[in-house]
């Protein structure tokens, strides 16, 4: 199986960008469709973007398209999620993901990364 490591959180002031990163190891990262999702106290967790396993497709949820760009690196087996233009709304526990590529619901969970927008 894969273990999934998260980075690249912290605080940072309204407009201002971040690049998550999340290190896959065990497993190649070409062996799964991966996602990023996140989760506000006292919410849901929800999804964020996903992309499959070559790179060809990617998805974003509709609140934060435009602003986000989800890539992976298969030669680093690590995903990444760029975030632009960050706003307060954005702050929450940011995770990443995976999922065996005919599977409906992702299998494996990282610990999640803090990301902190101040206004």
């Known amino acids: 199986q894969v273990q999934l490591v998260e980075s690249g959180g912290g605080l940072v002031q309204a407009g201002e960008s971040l690049r998550l990163s999340c290190l896959a190891s065990g497993r190649t990262i070409s062996s799964y469709d991966m996602g990023w999702f996140r989760r506000v106290p006292g919410k849901e967790r929800e999804f964020v973007a996903s992309i499959s396993w070559n790179g060809d497709s990617a998805h974003y949820a509709g609140s934060r398209k435009g602003r986000l760009i989800i890539s992976i690196d298969n030669a680093k087996n690590t995903l990444h999620l760029q975030m632009n233009n960050l706003k307060p709304e954005d702050t929450a526990v940011y995770y990443c993901?995976?999922?065996?590529?005919?599977?409906?619901?992702?299998?494996?969970w990282g610990q999640g990364t803090q990301v902190t927008v101040s206004s």
């Open positions: 993901a995976a999922k065996y590529r005919d599977s409906a619901t992702y299998d494996y």
